[in-house]
């Protein structure tokens, strides 16, 4: 651990004050006043969250909230936009004229439909429990865009698909489609993009013949840096989180047996994570045994673990939106054997050298390079297959700005790996289809780091003792 002491000890009293703590609405105003700081004239943001999206039959999936919505407003409710600017704007709609910098547009009150989906905010609520300059209702998103793209330049829009790629006016039309015109789920998505293709390219040619051009960029240009550097809250909610993670990993290594499945040991992980607050995993939990140990996002979970094998499980509850990211690899029976304690204690290894040349301004792939070092020199460095490090905090795999280093505030992961095909035949048999990765969540400070999950038992030793206590 290195640091500023007092800083450190400050933030750790925080951690342990807060951990049941919520952002305050106070805070998420703040964070769209340094939102709008950063817009020009004649800009413009729209972050738009997640709809309900449809599983089977009349079932839908478990509503998550946009990760860079809920950042700025705080709002766990679906189908719903928030535009910001950095100069007045007056928009027309809802048979409603209002001006100012925040506009929230969000579903209304609907007693019949709270009967059976739960209480809304609704529009009267919001700006006094939102701490939100103004509110709308959702329905009355697609009339407002013509007043919110009257006199813009820019219009920032978070775009909400992985991989996403040029040209950004396409992503940006695609993401204005999320909401359908009167606020309802359209029977056909692809009527819902017909409809909001037509509306925005309605609006690009009335700017176009006043002589403007309209263009779009990805929000992250400005909320990435906001959300790379985490505020003393959102450090206490990723401890809380990390500390719920580490108690199920703890409950696994004490349940795990041969004969049991898969599935029972993530029973186990997510009764601890609910028991404690945490109301879903931040991503699907990975409870690999055996040859599933070398399959790096295995889900299904669905195979008896046999005598002898190892486990590798890769966990992070997620805690009022910040997820940790924990992986530990433990033995069946209890007991490493003499090939997997030595497989096990060079991937330890290569984390410990990794931490130790932790520093501020260093990058993950510089880190990456001291793990790989140490793994070629021992003969392991080919079965290491992934990427050492990943920023940590609302996503698993995190935001981060162009270029990001390792900066005070800012949290990642270490996770080196090795897995050994079981049918590499440039290896001894013992070794053979052995998977062992060991991952841990730190948080940079001005000269070194805190380990954030240094409670949760890490060596062999400390793995086994944990594993066969009351034995």
Known sequence: MGGRKP????????????????????????????????????????????????????????????????????????????????????????????????????R?????REVWEGRRIGVKRAPELLQIEHALNVRAFAQALESIFHQADTVYLNLSWPNATPPLHELAEATLAYLP????????????????????????????????????????????????????????????AIDITGQSQVAAMKRAAAGIYEYQLQADIEHVYKDNGARRPGFPSIVASGPNSLILHYQRNDRQILDGELILIDIGAEYQMYTADITRT??????????????????????????????????????HAVAKTYLDSVGYGQYFIHGLSHWLGMDVHDVRPPGATIQPGSVFTIEPGIYIPADDESVEPRYRGIGVRIEDDYMATEDGYVHLSRHIPRTVEEIEQTMNEGN
């Open 330 to 367: 433990i033995p069946a029976s209890g007991h490493f054997s003499d090939a997997q304690e030595e497989i096990y204690n060079h991937v330890l290894q290569a984390q410990e050298l990794a931490m130790a040349a932790v520093k501020p301004g260093i990058s993950l792939r510089e880190l």
């Open 108 to 112: 209304e009150r609907d007693p019949q």
């Open 7 to 106: 800083q450190i000890l400050g933030i750790l009293a925080l951690l342990s004050s807060m951990a049941l703590g919520q952002i305050s609405p106070e805070q998420f105003s703040r964070r769209r006043t340094e939102i709008k700081a950063q817009l020009k004239p004649g800009d413009r943001i729209i972050l738009l969250t997640n709809p309900v999206r449809h599983r089977n039959g009349d079932v839908d999936y478990v509503f998550r909230p946009d990760s860079d919505f809920w950042y700025a407003t705080g709002l766990n409710e679906p189908m719903a936009a928030l535009v910001l600017a950095s100069d007045p704007i007056t928009i027309k709609a809802d048979d409603r004229t209002l001006t100012g910098t925040e506009f929230l547009f969000l």
């Open 181 to 240: 015109p009167d606020g309802a789920r359209p029977r056909n998505p692809f009527e819902r993009l017909r409809n909001g293709l037509g509306r925005l390219k309605k609006l690009r040619k009335k700017t176009a013949r006043m002589g403007r051009k309209l263009s779009f960029k990805g929000a992250g240009e400005i909320l990435n840096p906001m959300r790379f550097i985490k505020s003393d809250e959102e450090l206490a909610l990723l401890q809380r």
